[in-house]
């Protein structure tokens, strides 16, 4: 069984996020990237399925910078190849899901797989998420919110994560995309010493010759929300919040 | 704008309130809101149409293979009824059944997707939309050439408020036909997990985020949940990573909840988790972001280390 796994670097959040000077995206400049937290939950998805039932699972990722050391620690995981996919970024308008899907979607068709796994949502995934994009362009049944992923010969089957905690389980034939939400079981540590033991893997890089989906990114601005309507926030220093949290308690009754 | 589509879920016959939600969006950006509903039989069709006020036509499709939602079945009715009817906006909901389908039909119908919607207004022969990105922390306002296909964040409209006095929909029956179904096949549901815990029920709850860092964190917000006499919960991340049980996420695909007091430490506030909670009575915030979006929503708020306030806050309810 042949399983990819797509991979994707994304801002961290916890930092403090500034837009671009026309405010068509955030500043990158300077923001710390990781890798998205549902593809992390997919990749270690797809290394369970091959410890405990085999399976051959390649790692795949559009050439950004980082993208080298993510694909080095996929290997640290488990992963048996990975794929990077060089992208021309002269007068790329967007990376978005929707823009990147018919590029991951040739690499897909090359590699044929029995099952991707990508991670449900990114957090930039205005035009759509790339789960189902990934299934339409291959014509592959596509699972979004899923959080446990059990394989047979020919079909595998998922468990669908709805609101109120409800869940269904759905065997879908393969091949088939499936968007995790959680594996079983939280991703592995990786070892330092491992990684360093790989630095001096060659990632290989394929060209595909798909243009990118046009998105809506030039019609889009974005904006930082005004906080200042919100919270009535607690200043000072640790005593003083403390204090007012628990005048704030004993106000209502709950201390 | 003439019509809008929105597609309708229900579990065995209730309607999901987000897919209400959708309609008191569409109400006032066009003529016509048709409701696509997806059901196992007439008989359930009929009880659903009485669930949505507000549309002017139920567009009800029954078959015994429609009885469990999956991607494979709905997607053909779907993209069969935007081919027939071409409306100008087809609206779903941000859920599950929402992202198997938004950019699925879109494809199949060479439309363009805009998602996380929070408000929608309508433009001469475009929408103009307002997505949350970047867990909240960022608005995307975005015109939408028509015809396209809308994802709208749940719980961003006061739906009975909207509808209050209008009328039950028409109801109009079509046949689409499904042809094989073999990729995709229902095999078992899973109830909510309740087992340590029902926080439907709790009256005060410490929910603790991503910044929570490990289990070897967690006895000191114990020790704060004992103290407050709430229950701990955790936001998605910290469930996904083991530190707490199932039955103890709030958010999107955890519980919703609407205590009294919901005291949040490290919780960014990113809309699906803020879906499970918004409506809480007295939301107090801590985070050490003061970029972090739960301090749009929070009714109070803190911009500290939460490993600090949280020992200090124990001994003072001492």
Redesign the interface.
Known sequence: MKIVVVLRLE?V??E??ELTEDSRD?DKEWIGLELN?FDD?ALEQAVLIKESQGAHVTALAIEDEGTDRLLKTALARGADEVLQISVDDEGLESRSS?AMSPIYAEALREINPDLVLVG??S???????L???L???MGW?????V?DVQTNDSSI?V???????????????MP?VV?L???T??PRYVAGSKLRELLKVEIPTTDTSSQPM???SL?????????S???????GA??S??????S??QD?G?? | MNTVLIYVEHVGGVVEDASKELIAHSIGLCDQVEALVCAASQDQLNGIVGQLFGASTVIGICDERLASYTSETVLKCLNSLIATRNPDLVVMSYSSAGMDLAASAAIGTERNVISYVTELKSDANAVNAVSQIYGGKMFAKTEVDLPAVVVMVPGTIDYAAVIEEKEIPQLEVVDVELGEVVRMTVVGEISPETDDVDLTKAERILCVGRALGGTENLAQFEELATKLGAELAGSRPVIDAGWLSKARQVGKSGTKVKPRLYFMAGVSGAPEHLEGMQDSELIIALNSDEQAPIFSKAHYGAVCDMFQVVPALVEKLD
């Open positions: 801002p959040l916890t403090q996020l955030i937290q939950q929707r449900v949502v957090t930039a995934d205005l035009y759509g998420e789960s189902p994009y299934g339409a362009h049944p596509q699972v979004s919110a959080s089957i468990q669908q994560e709805y609101a109120g905690g409800r869940a269904v389980r759905i065997e879908v034939s088939a968007g939400q959680t594996a079981q939280p046009g998105d809506l019609n889009s601005v974005l904006e930082l929300p005004d906080l309507e919100g919270a009535e926030m607690f200043e640790t005593d919040v403390v204090d007012q949290i628990y704030l308690l209502r709950l201390a």
